[in-house]
């Protein structure tokens, strides 16, 4: 079974950095491609970035391309959302999510979730 577990979020000031990582746990993940997305209180969840977890293809949101930066670890099965130059908008729950094909920008696609870090950007 596959679980996802998010950890990283917090609370950091107007122009911080946080590092999100998520633990992919429960099968071969070689297939697959892992997404971050978000929701601010209020808001629908959005997509924030996605990477294939062996050949290529990373994808960003027009919004947050240049400051924030996705990764992934094969030997520690964790995929990572490195944010820099964080804005109060940016404040939002950021969740994890997988799916057994290429990469996608449509949560719609994504079959497996975290239940979520919080991220809060002070002004």
């Known amino acids: 079974q596959v679980q996802l577990v998010e950890s990283g979020g917090g609370l950091v000031q107007t122009g911080g950095s946080l590092r999100l990582s998520c633990l992919a746990t429960?099968?071969?993940?070689?297939?697959?491609?892992m997404g971050w997305f978000r929701q601010a209180p209020g808001k629908e969840r959005e997509f924030v970035a996605a990477?294939?977890?062996?050949?290529?293809?990373?994808y960003y949101s027009d919004t947050m391309k240049g400051r924030f930066t996705i990764s992934r670890d094969y030997a520690k099965n964790t995929v990572y959302l490195q944010m820099n130059s964080l804005k109060p908008e940016d404040t939002a729950v950021y969740y994890c999510?997988?799916?057994?094909?290429?990469?996608?920008?449509?949560?719609?696609?994504?079959?497996?979730w975290g239940q979520g870090t919080q991220v809060t950007v002070s002004s």
């Open positions: 990477v294939n977890w062996r050949a290529g293809g990373i």
């Open positions: 999510a997988a799916r057994n094909n290429i990469v996608s920008r449509l949560q719609s696609d994504y079959d497996y």
């Open positions: 429960g099968r071969t993940f070689s297939s697959f491609a």
